[in-house]
C-alpha cells in the first residue's frame, strides 16, 4: 500500500530535550516537506526536499533540522525543543512540486508533539 | 513572498452548495490545488488546475483564473460528512498552504 507513514503519532518532551520525527514514504517520490499545523494558522512549510542531498528552509524553519540521505527517509529533528514548538506535524511527499501536470501530495498522519 | 487568502469559515445546510474562495500571491506559479481535512485526520487530496477554468470531479469542482490570481472550490449537495477544513495549495517551486476554510455542514 502507498503511503506515508510518520512516527510517534504522539509525543511528549521536556524543554531541550533532542527528539527526532521519522518520515518515511514508500512511492518513489522525489519531493519530500514537512509542516506544522497551529489552529488559524493552516500549514505552514518547516522544509521541503526536492531530492536526495537537497533540502531547502520553508516558512517557518526556526529551531528544526533535517536530512535526505535517502529518497525514501525525511527525519525532522528538534535540537533543543521549547515549548512553542508544541504542534502537529505532517510530513508529505509527492513527485514533484513543479510542473503542470496533476501533483499531487501525500500526507503522513501527524504527529502531535508537546514540549513542557 | 507568497501567500494565500480564504475565508475562515463557512456554513450551509445539507443538499446546498457552497463556494470556498482562495486568491493567492506567489511567484513561479504553476497551478491550484485542494485539500481536504477532517478533525484529526490529515489532510486528502481533492483536485488541482493547472489551466484556467472548471474542473469536476464529481460532487467537488474547482476553478481557477491565472488572471485574477483567484480560484475556488464549489461542493455540491452538500453532505454532513463534508464539514471538514479545506486548504488552497499554490504550486511553484514548492507547495504553499492556504489557512484553510472550515465548513460546517447543518442538517
Known amino acids: 500500500e502507498a503511503q506515508v507513514t510518520q512516527n510517534p503519532r504522539y509525543l511528549i518532551t521536556v524543554t531541550g530535550k533532542k527528539l527526532t520525527v521519522t518520515c518515511s514514504q514508500n512511492m518513489n517520490h522525489e519531493y519530500m516537506s514537512w509542516y506544522r499545523q497551529d489552529p488559524g494558522l493552516g500549514l505552514r512549510q518547516i522544509y521541503y526536499s526536492m531530492n536526495v542531498e537537497v533540502t531547502d528552509k520553508g516558512d517557518v524553519p526556526e529551531g528544526y533540522k533535517v536530512s535526505r540521505k535517502e529518497k525514501r527517509n525525511f527525519p525532522l529533528i528538534l535540537e533543543s525543543p521549547s515549548p512553542n514548538q508544541t504542534s502537529l506535524y505532517f510530513c508529505a511527499s509527492s513527485w514533484d512540486a513543479t510542473g503542470t501536470g496533476q501533483v499531487s501530495l501525500h500526507f503522513g498522519n501527524g504527529t502531535r508533539l508537546t514540549v513542557t | 513572498g507568497q501567500s494565500l487568502e480564504q475565508p475562515s469559515e463557512v456554513t450551509a445546510v445539507e443538499g446546498a452548495i457552497v463556494q470556498i474562495n482562495c486568491t493567492y500571491q506567489?511567484?513561479?506559479?504553476?497551478?491550484l490545488s485542494w485539500y481536504q481535512q477532517h478533525d484529526g485526520g490529515a489532510p486528502t487530496f481533492l483536485s488541482y488546475?493547472?489551466?484556467?477554468g472548471l474542473e469536476e470531479t464529481g460532487r467537488f469542482s474547482s476553478f481557477l483564473s491565472r488572471s485574477d490570481s483567484y480560484g475556488y472550490l464549489l461542493l455540491q449537495e452538500l453532505q454532513m460528512k463534508d464539514s471538514a477544513s479545506y486548504f488552497c495549495?499554490?504550486?511553484?517551486?514548492?507547495?504553499?498552504f492556504g489557512p484553510g476554510t472550515r465548513l460546517s455542514v447543518l442538517p
Open positions: 488546475n493547472a489551466l484556467d
Open positions: 506567489t511567484s513561479g506559479f504553476y497551478g
Open positions: 495549495a499554490a504550486h511553484g517551486q514548492n507547495f504553499v
